[in-house]
C-alpha cells in the first residue's frame, strides 16, 4: 500500500476537483481505491456496507482541500442505491463523474453442492449491485448535463476462466463483463465511458478466505509469483478514471501478474 501510495505522490494530481464515488470502499481494492484517489485530488464518497469499515477509510484519506464523507449503502437495494446516489448529490452539489464498483463478496463451494441462494446472493451482489449503481449514477450524470464520467468496474480474471468452486462468482464476473461493455456502447454517447478491471489474486480480505494450500498452487501459476497489492489495483482504476485514458471504453484491463494471459 505505502508504494502505491509513494507512487502517487509523484504524480500530478490527475483527479483534482473530480468527485468519485467508490463502492466496497471500507475493505481490501475499494479501500486502497479511496485513498489512491484522494491522493490524486479527488473527493472520495466513501461506500459500503459496512459504515464501520467505511469510516475507518475515511480516516485514512488526506483532505487537503477535499471534503471526503461515507455514505452507508447495500447495493443489492434499489431504494438505498437510490438514496446513495441522491445523498451524494446533495452533499456535493453535483452527481460523481467517477465511479468505482468494487463491491462484492463470494460464497464457494463446489457446483454439484452449491445452495441456489449462495448463487443468487453473489450474482444479486456483483453483478446486479454493479447495474444498480451504473445505472443510478448515469442517470445523475445526465440528468445534470455534466460533460463526461468515468465508470470502473471490478470484474475477476476467473470470470474469463472459471475457477473451481466459484460457479457463481466466476458467473457473476463474467456478467459484469458483458454489462460493462454494453453500458460503454450505450453510454458512449452521453460522454460516460465504463471500463472494467480483472485482477488477479490480491491481497486482501476476500483473498485471505482462499485455502493456503490452493493459494499456494495459484502462486506456482502467476508468472511474477506473487498475489497482488490492492495499490496495484488502484493504479489501474486511478488511470481508467482519469482523462489519461480518455478514449479508452468498454475495456477489460487485466492487473494479474500475468495469470492466465
Ligand atoms: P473485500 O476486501 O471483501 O471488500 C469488499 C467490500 O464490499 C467489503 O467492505 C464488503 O463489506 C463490501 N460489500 C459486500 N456486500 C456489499 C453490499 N451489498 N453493498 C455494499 N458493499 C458491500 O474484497 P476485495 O478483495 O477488496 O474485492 C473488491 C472487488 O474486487 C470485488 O468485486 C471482488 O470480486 C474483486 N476482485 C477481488 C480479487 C482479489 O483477489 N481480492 C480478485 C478479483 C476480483 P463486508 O466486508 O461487510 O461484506
Redesign the pocket.
Known sequence: MAAGRAAAGGLRLRLSSRLALV??????????VCQRFADEGATVAV????EG??NETLKSLPCDRQQHSVFR?????PQ?VHSLVSSVQEKFSRPPCITV??????MDDLLLKMEAEAFDRVL???LM?TFLVIQAVAKALIASGTKGGSIVN?????GKVGNLGQAN?TA??AG?MALTKTSAKELARFGIRCNA???????????AK?PPKILEKVLQLVPMGR??D?SE?ASACAFLASDDSSYITGANLEVTGGLFM
Open positions: 463502492t466496497g470502499g471500507g475493505s481490501g481494492i475499494g479501500r486502497a461506500v459500503d456496507i459496512d469499515s467505511a449503502t447495500d447495493v443489492t437495494s438505498s464498483n468494487c463491491a462484492g463478496i463470494t444479486k451482489v456483483n449491485g471490478l470484474g475477476s480474471i476467473v462468482y457473476s464476473k459484469v478491471i480483472l485482477p488477479g489474486f490480491i491481497d486482501t480480505p476476500m483473498a482462499v498475489l497482488g490492492p489495483v
